[in-house]
Protein backbone atom coordinates (compact mmCIF):
# COMPACT_ATOMS: atom_id res chain seq x y z
CA UNK A 1 0.00 0.00 0.00
CA UNK A 2 1.20 3.77 -0.75
CA UNK A 3 -0.60 5.39 1.71
CA UNK A 4 0.33 6.17 5.09
CA UNK A 5 -3.41 6.70 7.79
CA UNK A 6 -3.34 9.33 10.82
CA UNK A 7 -6.37 9.93 13.20
CA UNK A 8 -7.84 12.41 12.18
CA UNK A 9 -8.09 14.60 14.94
CA UNK A 10 -6.82 14.65 19.23
CA UNK A 11 -6.78 16.41 22.07
CA UNK A 12 -4.54 17.22 24.90
CA UNK A 13 -4.60 19.28 28.16
CA UNK A 14 -2.12 22.12 28.39
CA UNK A 15 1.37 20.95 29.53
CA UNK A 16 0.29 16.59 29.62
CA UNK A 17 1.37 14.85 26.78
CA UNK A 18 0.41 13.45 23.36
CA UNK A 19 1.06 11.16 20.70
CA UNK A 20 0.44 11.16 16.95
CA UNK A 21 0.34 7.98 14.84
CA UNK A 22 1.37 7.04 11.44
CA UNK A 23 0.63 3.64 9.92
CA UNK A 24 1.76 1.99 6.73
CA UNK A 25 3.26 -0.82 5.21
CA UNK A 26 5.85 1.34 3.86
CA UNK A 27 7.31 2.63 7.17
CA UNK A 28 8.53 -1.17 7.71
CA UNK A 29 11.35 0.01 5.33
CA UNK A 30 11.64 3.46 5.60
CA UNK A 31 11.53 6.40 8.07
CA UNK A 32 8.87 9.05 8.58
CA UNK A 33 9.09 12.82 8.32
CA UNK A 34 7.04 14.65 10.20
CA UNK A 35 5.66 18.55 9.68
CA UNK A 36 3.62 20.65 11.89
CA UNK A 37 1.37 22.97 9.67
CA UNK A 38 -0.58 25.76 11.39
CA UNK A 39 -3.13 28.02 9.53
CA UNK A 40 -2.90 30.14 6.74
CA UNK A 41 1.16 28.86 7.03
CA UNK A 42 3.58 26.68 5.07
CA UNK A 43 4.35 23.13 6.82
CA UNK A 44 7.54 22.51 8.98
CA UNK A 45 9.62 20.01 9.58
CA UNK A 46 9.43 18.88 13.34
CA UNK A 47 11.10 15.38 13.04
CA UNK A 48 13.06 13.39 10.68
CA UNK A 49 15.00 10.03 10.59
CA UNK A 50 15.16 7.95 13.96
CA UNK A 51 14.56 11.07 16.05
CA UNK A 52 16.66 13.77 14.83
CA UNK A 53 15.15 17.54 15.62
CA UNK A 54 16.05 20.23 13.39
CA UNK A 55 17.49 23.05 14.47
CA UNK A 56 15.17 25.57 16.76
CA UNK A 57 12.60 22.72 17.22
CA UNK A 58 11.61 22.19 20.61
CA UNK A 59 13.00 19.21 22.80
CA UNK A 60 9.10 18.54 23.87
CA UNK A 61 8.95 17.06 19.77
CA UNK A 62 10.37 13.36 19.63
CA UNK A 63 9.85 10.63 16.78
CA UNK A 64 9.52 6.74 17.57
CA UNK A 65 9.06 4.34 14.85
CA UNK A 66 7.86 0.20 15.56
CA UNK A 67 6.72 -2.32 12.61
CA UNK A 68 4.29 -0.01 10.30
CA UNK A 69 3.76 2.99 12.36
CA UNK A 70 5.31 5.70 12.41
CA UNK A 71 5.17 8.31 15.98
CA UNK A 72 5.30 11.93 17.18
CA UNK A 73 5.04 12.91 20.68
CA UNK A 74 4.56 16.56 22.12
CA UNK A 75 5.90 15.85 25.36
CA UNK A 76 4.40 18.71 27.51
CA UNK A 77 2.18 19.94 24.87
CA UNK A 78 1.72 23.84 24.69
CA UNK A 79 -1.20 26.30 23.54
CA UNK A 80 1.24 26.75 20.13
CA UNK A 81 0.97 23.55 19.60
CA UNK A 82 -1.86 23.43 18.29
CA UNK A 83 -1.70 22.79 14.88
CA UNK A 84 -2.04 20.27 12.00
CA UNK A 85 0.68 17.60 11.60
CA UNK A 86 1.31 15.25 8.42
CA UNK A 87 3.78 11.90 8.45
CA UNK A 88 5.26 11.37 4.80
CA UNK A 89 7.40 8.64 3.84
CA UNK A 90 8.66 7.13 0.65
CA UNK A 91 5.89 4.61 -0.67
CA UNK A 92 6.71 1.44 -0.55
CA UNK A 93 8.34 0.96 -4.22
CA UNK A 94 11.33 3.67 -2.82
CA UNK A 95 10.60 6.02 -5.96
CA UNK A 96 8.11 7.91 -4.88
CA UNK A 97 6.66 9.73 -1.68
CA UNK A 98 3.26 10.10 0.32
CA UNK A 99 1.92 12.12 2.58
CA UNK A 100 -0.24 10.89 5.89
CA UNK A 101 -3.94 12.35 5.85
CA UNK A 102 -2.92 14.48 8.74
CA UNK A 103 -4.27 14.84 12.56
CA UNK A 104 -5.56 18.13 13.80
CA UNK A 105 -4.28 19.14 17.42
CA UNK A 106 -5.62 21.19 20.22
CA UNK A 107 -4.35 21.83 23.11
CA UNK A 108 -7.15 22.24 25.65
CA UNK B 1 20.24 31.30 5.32
CA UNK B 2 18.44 29.38 2.11
CA UNK B 3 15.61 30.44 1.19
CA UNK B 4 12.82 29.66 -1.35
CA UNK B 5 10.29 31.35 -3.42
CA UNK B 6 7.57 30.36 -6.09
CA UNK B 7 5.93 32.44 -8.62
CA UNK B 8 3.61 31.82 -11.52
CA UNK B 9 0.22 32.73 -12.41
CA UNK B 10 -2.49 32.86 -9.59
CA UNK B 11 -5.24 31.95 -12.17
CA UNK B 12 -5.33 29.30 -14.62
CA UNK B 13 -7.89 28.44 -17.40
CA UNK B 14 -9.23 24.61 -17.14
CA UNK B 15 -7.71 22.54 -19.27
CA UNK B 16 -4.90 24.60 -20.05
CA UNK B 17 -1.21 24.55 -18.58
CA UNK B 18 -0.32 25.71 -14.69
CA UNK B 19 3.56 26.92 -14.80
CA UNK B 20 5.47 27.65 -11.37
CA UNK B 21 8.96 28.52 -10.88
CA UNK B 22 10.23 28.43 -7.47
CA UNK B 23 13.71 30.47 -6.90
CA UNK B 24 15.95 29.39 -4.45
CA UNK B 25 18.37 31.89 -2.71
CA UNK B 26 21.15 31.75 0.00
CA UNK B 27 22.47 28.86 -1.16
CA UNK B 28 23.19 26.39 -4.43
CA UNK B 29 20.28 24.29 -5.78
CA UNK B 30 24.04 22.15 -7.35
CA UNK B 31 24.19 20.74 -4.06
CA UNK B 32 24.39 17.10 -4.22
CA UNK B 33 22.84 16.60 -0.90
CA UNK B 34 19.55 17.57 -1.71
CA UNK B 35 16.22 17.51 -3.85
CA UNK B 36 14.00 19.36 -4.75
CA UNK B 37 10.31 18.96 -4.40
CA UNK B 38 6.96 20.38 -5.60
CA UNK B 39 3.85 19.96 -2.60
CA UNK B 40 0.13 21.20 -3.36
CA UNK B 41 -2.98 21.47 -0.72
CA UNK B 42 -6.27 21.91 -2.07
CA UNK B 43 -8.23 24.78 -0.17
CA UNK B 44 -9.05 22.63 3.14
CA UNK B 45 -7.61 19.70 2.80
CA UNK B 46 -4.15 17.88 3.26
CA UNK B 47 -0.89 17.70 1.80
CA UNK B 48 0.54 15.50 -1.81
CA UNK B 49 3.37 15.25 -3.19
CA UNK B 50 3.66 16.53 -7.19
CA UNK B 51 7.01 15.47 -7.57
CA UNK B 52 10.75 16.12 -7.05
CA UNK B 53 13.94 16.49 -8.84
CA UNK B 54 17.67 16.24 -8.30
CA UNK B 55 19.91 19.07 -9.38
CA UNK B 56 21.11 16.89 -12.49
CA UNK B 57 17.74 16.88 -13.79
CA UNK B 58 16.51 13.39 -12.43
CA UNK B 59 13.33 13.30 -11.77
CA UNK B 60 10.53 11.35 -9.45
CA UNK B 61 6.48 11.75 -9.89
CA UNK B 62 3.50 10.91 -8.19
CA UNK B 63 1.94 8.24 -10.32
CA UNK B 64 -1.25 10.09 -9.91
CA UNK B 65 -0.09 12.97 -11.74
CA UNK B 66 2.44 11.56 -13.67
CA UNK B 67 0.99 12.01 -17.34
CA UNK B 68 0.52 15.52 -16.74
CA UNK B 69 3.52 17.20 -14.72
CA UNK B 70 7.09 17.88 -15.99
CA UNK B 71 9.74 19.54 -13.58
CA UNK B 72 12.56 20.81 -14.66
CA UNK B 73 15.35 22.93 -13.28
CA UNK B 74 18.08 25.67 -14.03
CA UNK B 75 21.67 25.62 -12.35
CA UNK B 76 22.47 28.93 -14.41
CA UNK B 77 19.54 30.64 -12.27
CA UNK B 78 19.02 29.14 -9.41
CA UNK B 79 15.21 27.62 -10.28
CA UNK B 80 13.40 24.94 -10.48
CA UNK B 81 9.88 24.38 -11.96
CA UNK B 82 6.60 22.86 -12.17
CA UNK B 83 4.78 22.55 -15.17
CA UNK B 84 1.18 20.81 -14.75
CA UNK B 85 -1.03 20.49 -18.09
CA UNK B 86 -5.00 20.10 -18.51
CA UNK B 87 -5.73 21.34 -15.21
CA UNK B 88 -8.93 21.31 -13.74
CA UNK B 89 -11.21 22.66 -10.55
CA UNK B 90 -9.26 19.93 -9.06
CA UNK B 91 -5.86 21.42 -9.47
CA UNK B 92 -7.02 24.15 -7.39
CA UNK B 93 -4.46 24.38 -4.15
CA UNK B 94 -1.56 26.59 -2.64
CA UNK B 95 1.59 25.01 -4.55
CA UNK B 96 4.51 24.81 -2.25
CA UNK B 97 8.38 24.20 -3.26
CA UNK B 98 10.62 22.95 -0.88
CA UNK B 99 14.09 21.47 -0.24
CA UNK B 100 14.38 17.79 -0.21
CA UNK B 101 16.80 16.29 2.00
CA UNK B 102 17.53 12.80 2.10
CA UNK B 103 20.67 11.57 4.17
CA UNK B 104 20.60 8.04 3.37
CA UNK B 105 17.53 5.94 1.50
CA UNK B 106 15.74 5.65 4.19
CA UNK B 107 15.82 8.89 5.88
CA UNK B 108 14.88 12.19 3.88
CA UNK B 109 12.56 14.98 4.60
CA UNK B 110 11.60 18.17 3.00
CA UNK B 111 13.10 20.30 5.25
CA UNK B 112 12.99 23.86 3.85
CA UNK B 113 9.60 25.39 2.18
CA UNK B 114 8.80 28.47 0.30
CA UNK B 115 5.85 30.52 1.10
CA UNK B 116 3.54 29.23 -1.12
CA UNK B 117 1.78 30.44 -3.87
CA UNK B 118 -2.30 29.96 -4.63
CA UNK B 119 -3.33 28.57 -8.17
CA UNK B 120 -7.05 28.45 -8.91
CA UNK B 121 -8.26 26.81 -11.97
CA UNK B 122 -11.69 28.95 -13.16
CA UNK B 123 -12.17 30.38 -16.17
Known amino acids: SSELTQDPAVSVALGQTVRITCQGD??????ASWYQQKPGQAPVLVIY???NRPSGIPDRFSGSSSGNTASLTITGAQAEDEADYYC???????????FGTGTKVTVL | QLQLQESGPGLVKPSETLSLTCTVS??????????WGWIRQPPGKGLEWIGS???????YYNPSLKSRVTISVDTSKNQFSLKLSSVTAADTAVYYC???????????????WGQGTMVTVSS
Open chain 2, 53 to 59: IYYSGST
Open chain 1, 26 to 31: SLRSYY
Open chain 1, 49 to 51: GKN
Open chain 2, 98 to 112: ARHIVVVITIDAFDI
Open chain 1, 88 to 98: NSRDSSGNHWV
Open chain 2, 26 to 35: GGSISSSSYY
